[in-house]
C-alpha cells in the first residue's frame, strides 16, 4: 500500500527554521498533487501547503512568506522548508496527496519554544 516516511521535525526556538522531508513509496508521485498537513494537540488536522504536479503552490495564509514546500519527482519526495518559525506552528507535520487519502504516516514532530 502507499507508505508516506515523514521526517526532520525537532525542537526550534522561535525564528529559528527546519526542513521536513517525505519520502512516498508505492505510488505514481510525479502525477500527484502533494500537501504537507498538521495536527496540533487538541485541534484538527490541517492543510498547511499544496504542491501540484507542474511545481504550482498554495499556502495557508498563516504560513505564508515563511514556509515553502518543494518536491522532487526522481526521489518522490517532497520538502517542507520553515523559515521564522512561531510557537504556534508547534505540531505534528504529516505528508499525503492532494486532495488526502487514506494513507498516513507516522508524522514528524515540530515544537517552537524557547
Known amino acids: 500500500q502507499v507508505q508516506f516516511v515523514e521526517s526532520g521535525g525537532g525542537l526550534v526556538q522561535p525564528g529559528g527554521s527546519l526542513r521536513l522531508s517525505c519520502a512516498a513509496s508505492?505510488?505514481?508521485?510525479?502525477?500527484?498533487?502533494m500537501a504537507w498537513y498538521r495536527q496540533a494537540p487538541g485541534k484538527q488536522r490541517e492543510l498547511v501547503a499544496d504542491?501540484?504536479?507542474?511545481?504550482?503552490?498554495n499556502y495557508v495564509d498563516s504560513v505564508k512568506d515563511r514556509f515553502t514546500i518543494s518536491r522532487d519527482n526522481a526521489k518522490n519526495t517532497v520538502y517542507l522548508q520553515m523559515n521564522s518559525l512561531k510557537p504556534e506552528d508547534t505540531a505534528t507535520y504529516y505528508c499525503?496527496?492532494?486532495?488526502?487519502?487514506?494513507?498516513w504516516g507516522q508524522g514528524t514532530q515540530v515544537t517552537v519554544s524557547s
Open positions: 508505492r505510488i505514481i508521485f510525479k502525477i500527484y498533487t
Open positions: 499525503n496527496t492532494y486532495p488526502r487519502s487514506n494513507y
Open positions: 504542491i501540484t504536479s507542474g511545481g504550482s503552490t
